[in-house]
C-alpha cells in the first residue's frame, strides 16, 4: 500500500488538485492506495465515487497539520506500507518514519532565499526523503540551486487526464456568446501577478489595431481581478476582454476548445513562480497552442515554434511580436495541429511508467 498526503486534492478546483487526483486514480490501478486529504465541504459525494481511501482532515492550519501527521504516524505503525508520496514538503515535516518517501516539488513552494527559515526547513525534509520529484527541468535546478541533493532529485513532468468529450449545448452557447469575433485569445488561471494577464491586455491594445474582432477570454479569479478590470476599461477594450468566473467544467473545455491561442507568458513575481503550467497541456489535447514565457517551467510544457512559443513575458513588445506571429497567416493552426499530436507524451499511463521506475 501507498499513502497518498495532499493538501490539495479535488472537489476543490486547481493544477495542484487536478495533479495529485490524477496521480492517484492512475496509481490505484496499479497499487493499493490511501490518500490522506485535506476537508473539503462538498467532499463526501466526490470521495464515495472512488474506488480508493479518503481520509479527510479539517481544522484551523496550523492544528490541522498536527492532527494530520498524528493519525498518518499512527496509521503507519499499524499498517503495511510500502511508501508514501507527498504534494509538498510541508506534508513530511512532522511524519515521522523510516518508510521511503517521495515528495513532488512545484516551484514557488521551494523558492525561498538560500539561509532563510524556510529553505532550511524545506531542505531538511527533502534532503531525507528517497526521491524528490520536479515538475520540470527548471523546477529541477531550481531545487539544487536551493540547497537540495542533487542527487535526489529526478523530473517527472505532471501528467494530464484524456480530455473530456465536449459537450454540445456548451459549444453552442460558446458559438453564440463569440459569434463573428477572432482570432480567439483564452486564458484560464488565477488573476495574479506572476499569470501576467496585464501585459496581455496591453499587447491586446495594438493588436486591436489589426484585427478588429479580436477577443481575449480571461476564465478565474485572484486579487488582481479588479485591476485587471480598470486596465481594460483604461484602454478602452470593453469590447475585446471577456471575464468569466464560477462557470461549470463544460463551459471552460468548450471556451478553450473554441479559442485560438492559449495565452499564459509567466514572469517570475516576488517568490511566485510557474514551475511548469499544466494548462498549456491541457490547451494542446484540444489543438489549442500556447504563449508561455521564458521564466520558469513552460518550455517543459510548450516545445517552443512547434507547439506554441516561449518569450520574454516582461517585454511588452515581445509578447505582442510572438502573438502577431502567431496570428498572421493563422499559424496557430499548424501550431494546434502539432500541440495536439505532441501532449500524448504527457498522458497518465506515460507518466505512470516514469513513477514505477522509482517506485520499484
Known amino acids: 500500500m501507498y499513502l497518498i498526503i495532499t493538501r490539495a486534492f479535488p472537489p476543490e478546483l486547481g493544477g495542484m488538485q487536478s495533479l495529485m487526483w490524477g496521480l492517484t486514480k492512475e496509481m490505484s490501478k496499479n497499487f493499493m492506495i490511501k490518500v490522506f486529504a485535506d476537508y473539503h465541504e462538498n467532499h463526501k459525494e466526490f470521495d464515495n465515487k472512488e474506488n480508493f481511501s479518503i481520509e479527510r482532515i479539517g ?35 512532522l511524519i515521522r518514519t523510516d518508510k521511503k518517501k517521495y515528495c513532488l516539488i512545484h516551484g514557488k513552494e521551494i523558492n525561498h532565499p538560500k539561509g532563510s527559515s524556510l529553505n532550511k526547513r524545506l531542505i531538511k525534509v527533502l534532503n531525507n526523503v528517497e526521491k524528490v520529484i520536479a515538475n520540470s527541468e527548471y523546477t529541477k535546478n531550481l531545487a539544487i540551486n536551493n540547497g537540495v541533493n542533487k542527487d535526489k532529485v529526478i523530473v517527472i513532468n505532471p501528467g494530464v487526464t484524456i480530455a473530456e468529450e465536449l459537450n454540445k449545448k456548451s459549444l453552442e452557447k460558446v458559438e453564440s456568446l463569440l459569434k463573428i469575433k477572432t482570432p480567439r485569445l483564452i486564458t484560464v488561471s488565477r488573476f495574479d501577478k506572476r499569470k501576467n494577464h496585464e501585459k496581455v491586455i496591453m499587447a491586446l491594445r495594438n493588436l486591436k489595431q489589426q484585427y478588429r474582432d479580436i477577443v481575449y477570454i480571461c476564465i478565474g479569479y485572484g486579487d488582481e481581478e479588479e485591476n485587471l478590470k480598470k486596465l481594460v476599461q483604461e484602454l478602452d477594450l470593453g469590447s475585446q476582454v471577456m471575464f468569466f468566473k464560477d462557470i461549470s467544467n463544460d463551459l471552460k473545455n468548450a471556451l478553450i476548445a473554441k479559442s485560438n491561442i492559449f495565452v499564459m507568458p509567466s514572469i517570475i513575481h516576488k517568490t511566485s513562480v510557474e514551475g511548469f503550467g499544466i494548462a498549456y497541456v491541457e490547451a494542446a489535447q484540444y489543438g489549442i497552442p500556447s504563449l508561455g514565457g521564458k521564466d520558469g517551467g513552460a518550455s517543459d510544457a510548450i516545445s517552443h515554434d512547434k507547439t506554441g512559443l516561449i518569450c520574454d513575458g516582461n517585454n511588452l513588445d515581445d509578447i505582442y511580436s510572438s502573438l502577431n506571429s502567431m496570428i498572421e497567416n493563422k499559424k496557430y493552426h499548424v501550431l494546434g495541429k502539432n500541440a495536439k499530436e505532441y501532449v500524448s507524451k504527457f498522458q497518465w499511463d506515460k507518466i505512470l511508467d516514469e513513477y514505477k521506475k522509482i517506485l520499484n
Open 59 to 93: 481544522g484551523i492550519k496550523f492544528l490541522r497539520k498536527i492532527r494530520k501527521a498524528q493519525l498518518i504516524n499512527e496509521f503507519i505503525k499499524e499498517n503495511k506500507i510500502q511508501g508514501i508520496i507527498a504534494d509538498h514538503w510541508k506534508s513530511l515535516e
